[in-house]
């Protein structure tokens, strides 16, 4: 069975599990080539191998599938869900062998197969890890009490997704209900970063749209959302599409619009996210000496620890208290700009006085140290040792493509937006059939209910 294909978790549950007395408790079913990386034996080979069709009867059988919880590592999981300490050992060992358990996250799924003696005595017989959505970790105990870990991967099929719409209340609450994930809209933000404040120049009614790619299993249920594609903008504050495209001659990933221009710029905007603008550049009463002066930034109130980043390339030349804006830290960039971040709670591991960073990279995090009335980031620019507003400061432009990089470019701009519009047609033909079914006299068919949803086990921190 080296390169069959398998469904696993209905499928495996129902074909496998089953057939050794485990009982199945709701796993989502999810195609994957089952074909084992090493040569060892196929696992469904020794989770078939579990319970001998002698004892079978001897043993009560449950899955459990739990979430990891905050500060939890894989032998704290199995000792939450009660596998005894030395084979839960065992697990962690084989499962430790091909994947770095360092990585496991809060929310990720830890499912867990147990029997039960007519002594009431309970053994560990296999452990399924996900850590990605095209890749699950399937560890198994041998008759022998060995323990051995196998890497299935998912067949996974390219297609994409195209939404467009009016933003209502903000652009993440639209797109995610359209059905785009975090991370598409935090690219689409990315993207725009450079010319949008989205907590200031966005606005109800405003249009967007996003083209990005999608990976169904074998079974076209859709398991994760790739890059984006195409991110435009319809609104007060600017009109624009990007396309995204990587250049031959450096090999870096971009987005460019439409006559060739990369969407970055100089500087970030706002080197923060989710933040209110609280105070703006000029003069004001100061809160805490209460006199007027010139407020030399624009404040950004946000929650402690929120991360800042670094508004462009540069390298830091202060790192540390100083004076009222508590932790600080001032960055020298080209042609003689420089930013400064005050009032931090805490710095990027790793940096120092005398560290070059790059655009976007975070340098610390929000607080309220210094002279602050609560938590926010004092941000500051300076163009030759001159503070000016960063709200409205025209900044330099990134990379212009030309010649054969630009040639090639509108190329690839034609391709993105023929796949828009044949996702577009297909969606409005999609949305054509039901009217034309009616009207052609077909009965209309009932649709089955919605599964309901996996039943988790959770915990509150």
């Keep these: 069975m080296k390169n069959a294909w398998f469904e696993w978790g209905v499928g495996a549950a129902a074909a496998v599990l089953v057939g050794t007395g485990l009982v199945y408790v709701g796993v989502n079913s999810r195609a994957v080539d089952a074909s084992p990386i090493s040569n060892e034996p196929d696992p469904r080979e020794l989770i078939a191998s579990y319970t001998s069709a002698l004892d079978a009867n001897a043993y009560s059988s449950e899955m ?53 003696d007519d002594g009431g005595d309970v053994r560990l017989v296999g452990v399924s890890l996900r850590p990605a959505a095209d890749r699950q970790i399937l560890v198994s105990r041998a008759v022998d009490g060995s323990w051995s870990s196998h890497e299935l991967m998912a067949k996974l099929t390219l297609g994409i997704n195209y939404i467009a719409a009016d933003v209502d209340q903000s652009i993440y609450q639209t797109a995610t209900a359209l059905g785009a994930g975090d991370q598409q809209v935090v690219d689409f933000a990315d993207i725009f970063g450079y010319d949008i404040d989205f907590q200031r120049e966005v606005h109800t009614g405003d249009r967007f749209g996003m083209l990005y790619e999608t990976f169904e299993d074998e079974r076209g249920q859709p398991v994760k959302s790739g890059v984006v594609l195409m991110a435009a903008m ?76 670094a508004a462009g390339n540069g390298k830091i030349v202060s790192y540390g208290p100083f004076s009222t804006y508590g932790n600080y830290a001032k960055i020298e960039h080209a042609n003689g700009y420089t930013t400064a971040y005050a009032h931090m ?51 330099p432009t990134g990379r212009k493509l030309e010649g054969d990089q630009l040639l090639a470019f509108q190329a690839e701009r034609a391709r993105i937006e023929a796949l828009r519009d044949g996702e577009l047609a297909q969606q409005q033909l999609a949305a054509a059939m039901p009217a034309q079914r009616a009207g052609a006299g077909y009965a209309s068919v009932p649709t089955a209910a919605p599964a309901p949803a996996e039943t988790r086990e959770t915990t509150a921190n």
């Excluded at 005894?84 to 060992?93: F, I, L």
């Excluded at 080197?271 to 930034?297: M, Q, V």
């Design 345 to 395: 709670s805490r710095y990027a591991k790793g940096l120092k006085r005398g560290s070059y960073v790059k655009q976007g990279q975070v340098i610390g995090y929000v607080g309220t140290t210094g002279a602050s009335t609560g938590p926010h980031l004092h941000y500051e620019v300076y163009v030759h040792g001159k503070p000016v507003n960063a709200m409205t400061l025209k900044l």
């Design 64 to 116: 459990k599938r739990v979430s990891v919880l905050r500060n939890e590592t894989l032998s704290s999981v199995l000792d939450r869900i009660g596998a005894p300490r030395d084979e839960a050992n065992g697990a962690v060992q084989a499962a430790s062998e091909v994947l770095d358990l360092r990585g496991m996250r809060p929310g990720d799924d830890v499912t867990a197969w147990l029997e039960t």
């Design 234 to 309: 319809d609104g007060a504050g600017l009109t624009k599409t990007f396309y995204r495209f990587t250049p031959s001659d450096d090999g870096v990933v971009d987005y460019f619009d439409e006559n060739g221009q990369s969407a970055k710029k100089f500087l970030m905007k706002t080197p923060i996210n989710g933040a209110r603008l609280s105070s703006g550049f000029g003069n004001r009463r100061h809160p805490i000496l209460g006199y007027t002066k010139l407020h030399k930034g624009t404040d950004f109130a946000a929650p402690t620890g929120t991360p800042i980043y």
